[in-house]
């Protein structure tokens, strides 16, 4: 039986969500279990109406705080211990669960991973990472926010760990490149120019050099690594244009009769094509380079996202490889520290 702990505190739209969503994970994996944290005043709430058949399988526990949004990491390492992230990841280090997903800050979960589960060795920071669809084949896409910026040395530490990480999931040779405003070797902040140089002397068998935005959906890499911001706000704007596309093409075949008439036909084409853009299909991120496995979601993230996030951890659980992501760091440390 796999389990996972899940942090119900912290989203935009209460912990009902996070209920509703467990209660479908549950029904669909009759091979999971799930620790369920939140505030002590929701325990019965989340009990409440819950199906026969999952409640053996979900456990709540009562915490004494939760975080808020906008908490200081410094704040929430001295002041936070008994809150429902905290908690959650504390479950793991104890061994009670294997993954933990949160729907909370950024920052406090970032913190608080490091704090709790510690780093691999050779890793100064965790980096957010997740897999986005392209034309031929997921490209794995950090750093998305951990922290919004990044040395040149820390650059190539996400680029080791996505390397790594590719590998440990069957990719042989996995292609990264370093996303900037051009392609040409003299484009680009200092830091970039450095981290460029880092990778080529390090990853020589990996580097693709310097890929462009309008490149991260071609299917030419692996792995795309950048600083925080500039990660977080290139997938914002993807969720966004995907967003607007889709209300685009509702509205354009609403407004057509013809076009209504064919709705039999072109229905089935656009929901396949949504299955495989939908940002909510796409809503966990890994906190790659701690010693564990921690999905974060997004604090606005409704239901379906929320199960989507949940499917996302279980599969991080089920793939996760200490042993295969060490066998490609652990030569790398002296470089890369």
């Known amino acids: ?32 279990r799930v620790l369920l944290f939140v505030e002590q005043r929701f325990v019965d709430l989340a009990v409440k109406g819950v199906a026969s058949s999952v409640r053996d399988r979900l456990e709540v526990v009562g915490c004494g705080q939760s975080i808020e949004s906008d908490e200081k990491p410094k704040v929430v390492l001295k002041h936070r211990e008994s809150s429902s992230m905290s908690q959650a990841l504390q479950a793991q280090k104890e061994g009670r669960c294997q993954g933990v997903l949160s729907v909370g800050s950024t920052g406090a979960l970032m ?4 704090r709790t589960l510690g780093v691999l060795p050779g890793i100064d920071r965790p980096a957010l990472a997740t897999r986005i669809p392209t034309r031929k ?29 590719c590998r440990s999931m069957s990719v042989k040779h996995p292609r990264v490149g370093l996303l900037n405003v051009g ?39 692996d792995v795309m690594v950048c600083d925080g911001f500039t990660g977080n706000v290139a997938l914002k704007t993807s969720e966004g244009l995907t967003e607007w596309l889709t209300w685009l093409w509702r509205q354009e075949f609403q407004s057509n009769w013809f076009l209504k008439l064919l709705t039999p036909v072109w229905i089935r084409i656009m929901r396949r094509i949504y299955r495989r853009i939908a940002p909510a299909r796409h809503g966990g991120a890994m906190l790659l380079g701690v010693d564990g496995v921690v999905v974060k979601t997004h604090g606005k993230s409704d239901t379906s996202t929320y199960e989507h996030a949940l499917l996302y951890l279980v599969e991080q659980v089920r793939n996760y490889d200490r042993k295969a992501l060490m066998e490609f760091i652990r030569p790398m440390q002296g470089a890369i520290a």
């Open 111 to 114: 913190a608080l991973s490091r």
């Open 137 to 165: 084949k997921p490209l794995l896409l950090l750093d998305l926010g951990a922290s919004l910026s990044a040395s040149s040395r820390q650059l190539l530490q996400f680029a080791v760990l996505g390397a790594a990480w």
């Open 1 to 32: 039986m796999l389990t996972i702990a899940v942090d119900a505190m912290g989203g935009d739209l209460g912990p009902r969500v996070a209920f509703k969503a467990c209660e479908k994970l549950l029904t669909r994996q009759k091979s999971v």
């Open 183 to 221: 392609h040409e070797s003299g484009k680009g902040t200092e830091q970039i120019r450095q981290a460029s140089e880092l990778l080529a002397r390090y990853l020589p068998d990996c580097y693709a050099g310097f890929h462009e935005g309008d490149d991260l959906y071609r299917g030419e890499l």
